[in-house]
């Protein structure tokens, strides 16, 4: 692996006057180090580089170049994505295993569409026709509104870096509303918490539905059909002053009239705002996404990201309406994505030669998953490399009678099969699931 460089960074060559290239900030430097992005190698002075200090200099400038809380993507001169960071991803809803090398920059900022800064124009070709790049220009990305800035890389590279900043801050930033759904619900606004007793009641029954539906827009007869199942009088009325609790509720001292921040009317239905409205559920999916891909590949910041998706993985998805119907096929998802990231992280420790740490990953998600054979088999396993006999017997027996209780069956291994100990959980090489689940939020019905 190779560091890529500029001329001026170790020669001490000032860049010539009257050259703006958006690569030469603070942010935007660590291009240099990712492979692939920028196509020269240099000498310091009359010395080459050591090959350990080029390698070591990369993986450093990866690191930074994927943490930074600034977007970043790089395109080569036809459009293609060649490299983006974490936080382009999040805020496109990316998943890297699909963005790199099929994405283009006219299919993320949506390059020609009417109506639009780029009406009748793609962002590459005109960054790479001008001499002072493309700087703020608002355009629209999946988390909502966005600022973006183009340069080339230098003069003698046809690729071209975009860096993207949110339009407004974070709607927890900016007094937007931050929902927790993963785990006991919580309401949030600003840096202030909402805990009122209307989360359970039917206001928070119908939020809870707006969120478990986020990215589309609810019709009348479908939010009476969730809340009052079977009801046989008249609830168009019912259902639209129910609307109107829940926004007094949430926007207490709205003034009348005022058209609500976060429930929004579209089209005779409701949805709520992707630019005012945030949902841990989509931080944890996005986190996971990055984290997964990463591991897929043994990218060394898979364990990093993994670790972050399950720090936001507080619990099951809206687990206080435990019973809802609607609620049940997004809470059975995110429970699968959080088995795959506990899985991944298990491999890793194993991996890193950190046992305990995998038995306590391993541990959790047999857990989340009392009957899965493969699950019980990894956890024993290493539980008996670890020299803790006494504690892998009760773990088989324990798994033995909850197998026999619920389906009168017997585990398809016995304890003396563990040897070889299985050390991986095979079936997380390589996890896919659609795209469209990390959610675009387009409001359409």
Not at 7 to 18: I, L
Request: aromatic letters at 6%.
């Amino acid at each position: 692996m190779c560091c890529y460089v500029t001329p001026t960074e170790y020669r001490g060559n000032a860049p010539a006057r009257g050259r703006r290239h958006l690569w030469t900030s603070p942010n935007l430097r660590v291009l240099q180090g990712i492979p692939g992005v920028m196509g020269t190698r240099v000498h310091m002075g009359d010395q080459e580089p050591s090959t350990a200090g080029l390698r070591s200099g990369a993986g450093l400038f990866g690191l930074v170049f994927e943490q930074l809380p600034r977007a970043l993507a790089v395109f080569d001169s036809d459009g293609t994505m060649v490299a983006c960071n974490w936080a382009l991803q999040r805020y496109a809803r990316l998943s890297r295993r699909r963005s790199l090398g099929s994405e283009t920059c006219c299919t993320l900022f949506g390059c020609g569409q009417p109506g639009t800064p780029l009406a009748g124009a793609c962002l590459t070709r005109m960054t790479l026709a001008g001499s002072d790049g493309v700087s703020d220009l608002q355009l629209r990305l999946a988390s909502g509104l966005v600022h973006a800035s183009a340069s080339r890389l230098d003069d003698w590279c046809d690729r071209v870096v975009v860096e993207v900043t949110p339009d407004r801050p974070a709607a927890r930033q900016s007094g937007g509303l931050h929902i927790t759904t993963l785990g006991r619900t919580r309401v949030q606004e600003a840096d202030s918490e909402r805990g009122a007793p209307w989360l359970d009641q039917r206001p928070g029954q119908l939020l809870k539905l707006l969120v478990a539906e986020r990215g589309r827009v609810l019709t009348v007869e479908f939010i009476a059909e969730a809340i009052w199942a079977g009801a046989t009088f008249a609830m168009e009325g019912t259902v639209r002053h129910l609307v109107h609790v829940l926004r007094n509720c949430l926007e207490d001292g709205r003034p009348a009239g005022r058209p609500s921040r976060y429930v929004l009317s579209r089209g005779g239905g409701y949805t709520l705002s992707d630019e005012h409205v945030a949902v841990d559920a989509d931080e944890f999916l996005v986190l996971a996404a990055s984290g997964l891909d990463e591991f897929a590949r043994r990218g060394p910041l898979a364990r990093p990201h993994l670790d972050r998706a399950l720090a936001r993985y507080g619990g099951d998805f809206l687990a206080d309406e435990p019973y809802a119907a609607w609620a049940l096929a997004e809470r059975e998802y995110l429970r699968d994505r959080a088995a795959h990231v506990l899985r991944a992280l298990s491999d890793l420790a194993v991996e890193a030669g950190e046992l305990p740490v995998a038995m306590a990953y391993a541990e959790r998600l047999s857990a989340m998953e009392p009957f899965d054979s493969d699950i019980h088999r990894h956890l024993i396993g290493l539980t008996l490399r670890a020299g803790r006999r006494t504690r892998a017997l009760r773990l088989y027996q324990a798994y033995q009678l909850r197998l026999h209780r619920a389906f009168g069956e017997r585990p398809d291994f016995e304890l003396s099969d563990l040897r070889p100990v299985p050390l991986r959980l095979a079936q997380v090489d390589a996890p896919t699931w659609p795209l469209g689940r990390l959610r675009s939020r387009s409001l359409t019905t």
